[in-house]
């Protein structure tokens, strides 16, 4: 079975802080992919990457940047924590276009 | 703008009957459009994959239709069982881009 697997599944920071949210697959998927989930909008794209050392922009990447230097790994920075960031994160990975998703257990991540 | 629409209210059904739940989207034409459960405080999980030349794909008790006149998608769940309660959620790809886009879900309640 895949396995996508978050570093946290709670974190609690503070307000300007640099937060560094974590992961890992084990499938040797190309793809991967950082969605935040907040109630009534659904899941929502921040950033997604196709290749080592490659990224790109989802919806809303403001406030976030992203780290793949190796394929099992996807790392996801909130550069100067803020409130309007407490939220469900999720990571997810693909092996390719046009296949299922597969996610993490997702971090509940609360700025105060 | 490209928009997904799913009952935001939730459906509650009697176990033993058949569930069906429905995608609509606007302003897109997707190569393939996918299912997901979701259970409070976890990631979703993917279930199934129908692609645009296919009317209809089923696993075990799950069937799911795909209209691209109508842009619908009906899912059903046969012989529901409480242990089917959950959030499904539907999202929308196509080929030449890796984003998916995800429908807010509709939560679904099977009373034992």
């Known amino acids: 079975d895949v396995k996508v697997t978050q570093s946290s599944r709670y974190l609690v920071k503070r307000t300007g802080e640099k937060v560094f949210l974590e992961c890992v697959q084990d499938?040797?998927?190309?793809?991967m992919f950082w969605y935040r989930q907040d109630p009534g909008l659904g899941l929502r794209l921040i950033y997604f990457?196709?290749?080592?050392?490659?990224?790109e922009k989802g919806d809303i990447p403001e406030g976030y940047s992203v780290s793949r230097e190796k394929k099992e790994r996807f790392s996801l920075i909130l550069e100067s924590a803020s409130t309007n960031q407490t939220s469900m994160y999720l990571c997810?990975?693909?092996?390719?276009?046009?296949?299922?998703?597969?996610f993490g257990q997702g971090t509940r991540l609360t700025v105060v | 703008s490209q928009k997904i629409e799913q009952n935001s209210e939730a459906l509650n059904i009697q176990e033993g009957k058949t569930a069906t739940l429905t995608c609509n989207y606007t302003?897109?034409?997707?190569?393939?459009l996918q299912w997901y459960r979701q259970d409070p405080g976890r990631g979703p999980v993917f279930l199934l994959l129908?692609?645009?030349?296919?009317k209809e794909k089923r696993k075990e008790r799950l069937k799911v239709t795909f209209d691209t006149t109508l842009k619908q998608s009906l899912f059903h769940i046969t012989a529901s069982q409480p242990a089917d309660s959950a959030t499904y959620l539907c999202?929308?790809?196509?080929?030449?881009?890796?984003?998916?886009?995800f429908g807010t879900g509709t939560r679904l309640k099977v009373l034992a």
């Open positions: 997810a990975s693909t092996p390719g276009q046009g296949r299922g998703a597969f």
């Open positions: 499938m040797d998927h190309e793809n």
């Open positions: 990457s196709y290749d080592v050392k490659m990224k």
């Open positions: 302003n897109y034409s997707p190569a393939y």
């Open positions: 129908i692609r645009e030349n296919e």
């Open positions: 999202a929308l790809g196509n080929s030449g881009t890796y984003k998916y886009i």
